[in-house]
């Protein structure tokens, strides 16, 4: 017989450790910040191995991408969180004086972090850096579809963080579907849009205020400004990486047929100086999480023309890195986001095409352009919207703990990464301290005359 309490038990015992204060003061946040740097530096080669058996990924992508990212932000944020967490003093208008104004950052209380299988490290543990140094409890429940990064989190963090405030729980939709019918009072959702809306709906429920890192289709813009083989070679990078299964990846580009057609060529050159001849064969290059991910993803590669790779293997869920043309914007692989190592390339007239279309569709995660021309850079930051934009660079903007993370519209709800983390798990409380005397708000008290002034 199962001896593992339920879930609305376990819940209410995290509710519980949250209840009896633990988790307020600097210190126990402090050390469950460096408990989960611990982690990160004595559990490396286990957090390697689960990567390696869920998505093939090479140790040092690993590092790169997942145990280096949380590590940055345990460390930028143990060395700024005294500072973060000093009131904020405000202003206090005349009418108002003597009086002082302040904004201290409260915990929320319970949260629940639910994380997808992608970077299953990373997106469950950087929101945990901020859930704990905002002085929540926190539920962890990893995806079920990274299997193996789900057992060492579920074994080994437990060790390392005070497991009366901070618990596991693993599983899958039912699980997930339990979790949600608890009262928690923040919600940070990392997954695709539909899931995020029985997400948004559960948490409206209990008025649970809700962050949601979704996704979408994040386009590349490519013109004749620019170098276009060192173009290629940092869109090949973001895309081909983790094989294309990263939310910020760049899901397509539009180019005039001029620059598509030398792109083609300088792409062909990027992918081979980063995984060889033959990609299968290099430990450097992932493989697609499941079977029905594999499926989806070879038949969007049907569409247009494979100028570059195209093959697939089903027994080692291999998609060889694939650029495709002569795609049409009906294509179903310019309906849906493609979530895997297969680029089109779509062509436009010009600037004025391709922001048209980028607009006629839902806000992307992130955009990206590679242009030296400053219109055409000013152009894309007013008249379209998304969460992030890189100028001459794909996917990097991630690592930077100053850059707020986050999606806008279809693509997300909220932020975080450093200091904007901790804000995304704290409240803003106002506060306002005016001596009573001497009683300056008589002024306003009634009864009222003609001459009484206001705030
Ligand atoms: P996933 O299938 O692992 O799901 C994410 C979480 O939702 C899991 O923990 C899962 O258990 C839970 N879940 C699944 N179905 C559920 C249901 N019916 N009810 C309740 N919970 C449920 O991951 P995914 O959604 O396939 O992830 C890929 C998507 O996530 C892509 O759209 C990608 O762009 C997006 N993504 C966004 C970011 C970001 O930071 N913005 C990062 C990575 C991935």
């Keep these: 017989m199962d001896s593992t309490p339920a879930i609305p038990e ?20 402090l050390e469950q910040l460096t408990g989960l740097r611990d982690f990160l530096l004595e559990r490396g080669p286990e957090l390697e191995r689960a990567l390696r058996d869920d998505l093939a990924k090479n140790p040092s992508e690993s590092q790169l991408t997942e145990i280096g990212v949380v590590l940055a932000e345990v460390s930028h944020t143990i060395s700024n969180l005294t500072s973060w967490l000093r009131p904020r003093s405000v202003r206090v208008p005349l009418a108002l004086a003597p009086a002082s104004a302040s904004v201290m950052l409260e915990p929320l209380g319970v949260v629940l972090i639910i994380s997808p299988w992608n970077y299953p490290v990373q997106l469950l543990l950087a929101p945990l850096v901020g859930a704990l ?8 429940k990893p995806s079920e579809l990274a299997p193996a990064t789900s057992a060492v989190m579920a074994r080994y963090l437990p060790r390392y963080l005070d497991s009366r405030s901070v618990i596991v729980v693993e599983g899958a939709v039912d699980e997930t579907t ?21 997400v948004a709906a559960a948490a409206a429920k209990n008025l649970t205020p809700v962050t949601l890192e979704l996704g979408g289709k994040s386009p590349v813009y490519v013109d004749e400004t620019v170098d276009v083989d060192a173009a290629a070679r940092r869109i090949a990078w973001g895309k081909f990486l983790n094989a294309g ?8 580009v539009l180019a005039t047929p001029d620059v598509a057609g030398r792109l083609v060529e300088a792409l062909r050159k990027a992918i081979g100086s980063l995984y060889g001849h033959d990609p299968r064969n290099t430990a450097d290059y992932g493989r697609i999480v499941n079977d029905a991910q594999f499926g989806r993803l070879s038949a969007l590669a049907e569409a247009g023309n494979a100028a570059i790779g195209g093959r697939t293997d089903a027994s080692e869920r291999y998609i060889e890195p694939t650029v495709l043309t002569e795609v049409n914007r009906s294509d179903d692989v310019m309906a849906q986001e493609i979530f895997g190592p297969i680029l089109p390339i779509v062509t436009v007239t010009g600037l004025d095409d391709a922001i048209a279309y980028i607009r006629s569709g839902d806000k992307p995660l992130a955009l990206y352009a590679f242009t030296d021309d400053k219109t055409a850079r000013r152009r894309f930051l007013t008249e379209t919207s998304s969460g992030a934009v890189g100028f001459g660079v794909t996917v990097a903007q991630l690592s930077i703990p100053g850059l707020p993370f986050g999606g806008v519209g279809e693509s997300g709800t909220g932020s975080y990464h450093g200091k904007r983390s901790l804000e995304t ?11 009573l005397s001497p009683d300056t708000l008589q002024l306003v008290y009634p009864p009222y005359t003609p001459k009484r002034s206001s705030f």
Excluded: M
């Design 10 to 29: 376990l819940i209410s015992a995290v509710r519980h450790g949250f209840d009896s204060g633990r988790t307020l003061s600097l210190r126990w946040r």
């Design 133 to 140: 140094a905002a002085g929540n409890a926190v539920v962890l």
């Design 178 to 198: 339990e979790l949600l019918a608890e009262r928690f009072d923040h919600i940070f959702y990392t997954g695709n849009s539909r899931v995020a809306r029985i």
């Design 245 to 252: 299964q990263t939310c910020v990846a760049p899901d397509y």
């Design 425 to 435: 798990f704290s409240h803003e409380k106002a506060v306002l301290s005016k001596p």
